[in-house]
Structure formats: C-alpha cells, structure tokens
C-alpha cells in the first residue's frame, strides 16, 4: 500500500506541474499489426506480463477473465478484439496487461508489444479525419519520431471500449433533485466538450432528463473559438450557456488549458466551468484552485453532474433575481 500510496503522490504532482501547459504523456504499444497505438500515461497504473487469468462463463466476449491485482478482482479485457480489429486476438499477440483507472474502475487491457513512453503537447495531438466514420475506437491521432522516423499513432477512445462493456446508468437519484429549482432548467443550455463520443452521450442523456438543451464541441479549442465567437458578436457568453462541462485531457487543447483561457478574457472569465474526468479525483480542491475551474468531478456520476448543474443554477436564479 505504502507504494501506492507514494507513486499515486508522485503521479498527482507530475500532473499538477503539467497542468496549463497543454502537455501529455504517451504510452505506445502494438496489438499484433505493425500500426502503434497509445495510451495517455497518466491513465495508466502499470504495465505487468500477461498473468494466469480466471474466466468468467457468460461475461462479456471482449473479456479474457479477471484476474488479482492487489487484492481486488479486476477485468482484463482484449483490446484487439474490443476495438474490432480484424483476424481478432490470438495468443502470441498476446504480451501484456496494461492496468488502468478509468471513471473510477480499475481494468486490464491485453496489449502486445510496448514501445516507449513520449512526451508530447496536446497541439500536437488531432482529432482522427471525420472521414473515417462514428464507428471508430480513435479519440485522436499524432505523428510521432519512433526509431529515427514519422509514425502514425492511433490514440483508443478507451472510454469507448468500456461503455460496451460496463453498462452506464444514466438515471438520476429522486433525492438529488431539487425541487424548487428543477423546473428552471428548461430551455437552459449547457456546453459540453469532450472527445470522446460516448462521454459527450453520457452527459447529455443525464441532462437531457431535466430539459437542458445541450451544445457539443470535441475538444478545447473548438470550445474557446465558440466562446470566442459569440463574445465577438456582442453576445455574452454566460447568457448563452448556464455552464460548460469539459473534459480534461483532449487534442489540440485540453481542458486545463481551456479554463485558462476563458479566465484570461474579461468578455466570458466569469463562466461557470467544470473539469469533468476520467482520471480518479485524489486531488479535486488542489486541481480547482490551481486550474481555476468551479467544480471538479470525475466521471461518470449522473447525480453529480446534477449537483453541479443544480449548484450553477442557484447562483444563476439569485443573480436574476436580484
């Protein structure tokens, strides 16, 4: 424990001095193909050789079994097989388990060969061509200097891959509602930025509920010409949206970054923003008062994400009200 505890410490202060500063680090690995495919690090808990897997009759077919890992049973699943990769997986691609957290749930995935680790800007980092169609595993792609020359690195929407495998309850709980002020949401919106499509569909089902109209943009940089737009068109943009739900880590811009920008121009720094995560949030108060943000949760928690909007807009019916 006292290792975890510690390298969770150090993982957390790395974190923090790279926030604001639009940086990530990359594992890359192979499934079985020549194409290299990543993993943003911090996601990442260990990587470890594939270990003695217990099956589970009747689970989910992108999963291999479970195994023990530090005294908890956590999935593996087949990251071949999960993004649908052809001539699914077989043993010898086989060499690794990368353990992650994700959305507060420890799992495995099946990897083959590991590369190395890069680090990178997010700037560097695009959203994968539109061309390629809503069906894909990719949140993003980059080119990256492997062994003396450009590769083409595939990064997994891995939040993705789990809504297919965990079922996501989007109900909210009756007794987070508040009923004095739940009726005021209608005809409200919200600005949500994410890039992962399943996310962005997680948060707007939940919100969906209370009658909040939702926008969407992939990443932060799409969001801040948005907010950019309409503080040029005169509008402000606290009378468009009530808040603005982003993503941490995205391409181009992330969301660290994102917040910075917005509280650096008078015409939208007073925007309601909060840092939605997959990263597990052992640091929330520290990341607020650091990034700047006004709440900070990890996904993906519907009753939260009520409380948030709820909480945004108390402040909103007092200041009208006033």
Same mark, same amino acid.
């Given at each position: 424990?006292?290792?975890?505890? !510690?390298?969770?410490? /150090? !993982?957390?202060?790395?974190?923090?001095?790279?926030?604001?500063?639009?940086?990530?680090?990359?594992?890359?690995?192979?499934?079985? +193909?020549?194409?290299?495919f990543a993993m943003n690090v911090f996601k990442i808990k260990?990587?470890?050789?594939?270990?003695?897997?217990?099956?589970?009759?009747?689970?989910?077919?992108?999963? *291999?079994?479970?195994?023990?890992?530090?005294?908890?049973?956590?999935?593996?699943?087949?990251? *071949?097989?999960?993004?649908?990769?052809?001539?699914? /997986?077989?043993?010898? %691609?086989?060499? #690794?388990? @990368?353990?992650?957290?994700?959305?507060?749930?420890?799992?495995?995935?099946? =990897?083959?060969?590991?590369?190395n680790i890069v680090n990178t800007s997010w700037s560097a980092?695009?959203?994968?061509?539109? $061309?390629?169609?809503?069906?894909?595993?990719?949140?993003? =792609? %980059?080119?990256? #200097?492997?062994?003396?020359?450009?590769?083409?690195?595939?990064?997994?929407?891995?939040?993705?891959?789990?809504? &297919?495998?965990?079922?996501?309850?989007? /109900?909210?709980?009756?007794?987070?509602?508040?009923?004095? =002020?739940?009726?005021?949401?209608?005809?409200?919106?919200?600005? =949500?930025?994410?890039?992962?499509? %399943?996310?962005?569909?997680?948060?707007?089902? +939940?919100?969906?509920?209370?009658?909040?109209?939702? @926008?969407?943009?992939?990443?932060? $940089? &799409?969001?801040?010409?948005?907010?950019?737009?309409?503080?040029?068109?005169?509008? #402000?943009?606290?009378?468009?949206?009530?808040?603005?739900? %982003?993503? $941490?880590?995205?391409?181009?811009?992330?969301?660290? *970054?994102?917040?910075?920008?917005?509280?650096?121009?008078?015409?939208?720094?007073?925007?309601?923003?909060?840092?939605?995560?997959?990263?597990?949030?052992?640091?929330?108060?520290?990341?607020?008062?650091?990034?700047?943000? #006004?709440?900070?949760? /990890?996904?993906?928690?519907?009753?939260?994400?009520?409380?948030?909007?709820?909480?945004?807009? *108390?402040?909103?019916?007092?200041?009208?009200?006033?």
């Open positions: 424990m006292g290792f975890m505890s !510690s390298s969770v410490l /150090s !993982s957390v202060d790395q974190r923090t001095k790279l926030v604001g500063e639009n940086r990530l680090e990359l594992l890359m690995f192979q499934l079985g +193909t020549r194409h290299i260990e990587v470890i050789n594939v270990p003695k897997l217990n099956i589970m009759p009747g689970s989910h077919h992108n999963l *291999r079994g479970v195994m023990n890992y530090r005294g908890s049973s956590i999935p593996i699943i087949d990251l *071949r097989q999960a993004i649908k990769m052809r001539n699914a /997986s077989t043993e010898e %691609t086989a060499k #690794n388990v @990368i353990i992650t957290e994700y959305n507060r749930s420890v799992q495995g995935f099946i =990897i083959g060969n590991v590369k980092i695009q959203p994968p061509p539109s $061309a390629i169609g809503k069906s894909n595993y990719l949140t993003a =792609i %980059t080119q990256v #200097n492997v062994e003396g020359k450009q590769e083409l690195v595939e990064i997994i929407d891995v939040e993705k891959v789990l809504a &297919e495998i965990i079922d996501y309850d989007t /109900s909210i709980s009756e007794e987070v509602l508040d009923k004095d =002020i739940v009726n005021h949401f209608l005809g409200k919106k919200v600005l =949500i930025v994410d890039d992962s499509s %399943t996310a962005r569909k997680q948060i707007r089902d +939940t919100l969906e509920q209370l009658g909040i109209s939702i @926008i969407e943009r992939k990443n932060g $940089a &799409e969001a801040l010409a948005l907010l950019k737009k309409w503080a040029d068109e005169g509008k #402000n943009p606290t009378d468009e949206i009530l808040l603005m739900f %982003t993503d $941490a880590e995205m391409p181009e811009m992330d969301g660290y *970054r994102l917040t910075s920008e917005v509280r650096s121009d008078p015409r939208m720094s007073d925007l309601f923003i909060a840092l939605n995560t997959s990263l597990s949030g052992s640091f929330n108060d520290a990341m607020v008062e650091k990034v700047g943000c #006004n709440r900070f949760i /990890s996904k993906f928690q519907p009753d939260m994400l009520v409380d948030v909007a709820q909480q945004r807009l *108390r402040e909103y019916l007092d200041t009208t009200e006033k």
